[in-house]
């Protein structure tokens, strides 16, 4: 499986020291992803899922979606940060596994798919990731 990395406001940081430690060479997803595009792009090309939860569906998380837009739903997963961080609309409240559909049916819209193909996609991730049957 590799590594989950969950950091905030320490992209670059994380990049620099994953590139350091050969991390192209282990993997894993970059949790609770909030970077930018080249953030994005830099994790991906070192073989990192970007895990996308709650905070994708904030008003304010316009250049998480815009990023989102741009990398390919190969490299995406739908988690949650249960109990943090819950998706609209049921943000301030204590997050739970079940409402990861919000945050699917926000990515679902951003690629432009049907939310029950973004789940299936998103789904075959996390079985890659994981090593899953």
């Known amino acids: 499986?590799?590594?989950?990395?969950?950091?905030?406001?320490?992209?670059?940081?994380?990049?620099e020291v994953l590139r350091d430690e050969r991390g192209s060479e282990i993997g894993g997803v970059l949790h609770c992803f909030?970077?930018?595009?080249?953030?994005?792009?830099?994790?991906?090309?070192?073989?990192?899922?970007?895990?996308?939860?709650?905070?994708?569906?904030?008003?304010?998380?316009?250049?998480?979606?815009?990023?989102?837009?741009?990398?390919?739903?190969?490299?995406?997963v739908?988690?949650?940060?249960?109990?943090?961080?819950?998706?609209?609309?049921y943000r301030g409240k204590r997050n739970e596994p079940a409402f990861v559909v919000e945050t699917l049916k926000v990515l679902a819209g951003l690629k432009g798919m049907a939310v029950d193909e973004a789940a299936a996609a998103t789904t075959q991730n996390a079985q890659r990731l994981?090593?899953?049957a």
């Open 1 to 15: 499986m590799g590594v989950s990395i969950h950091a905030r406001d320490a992209d670059d940081a994380v990049l």
């Open 78 to 89: 739908v988690e949650t940060d249960a109990p943090y961080l819950a998706p609209l609309p």
């Open 34 to 76: 909030s970077g930018n595009y080249e953030h994005a792009k830099a994790g991906v090309e070192m073989g990192f899922y970007l895990g996308i939860g709650g905070s994708a569906t904030y008003p304010k998380s316009a250049d998480l979606r815009e990023t989102l837009k741009r990398i390919g739903i190969a490299h995406l």
């Open 130 to 132: 994981f090593k899953l």
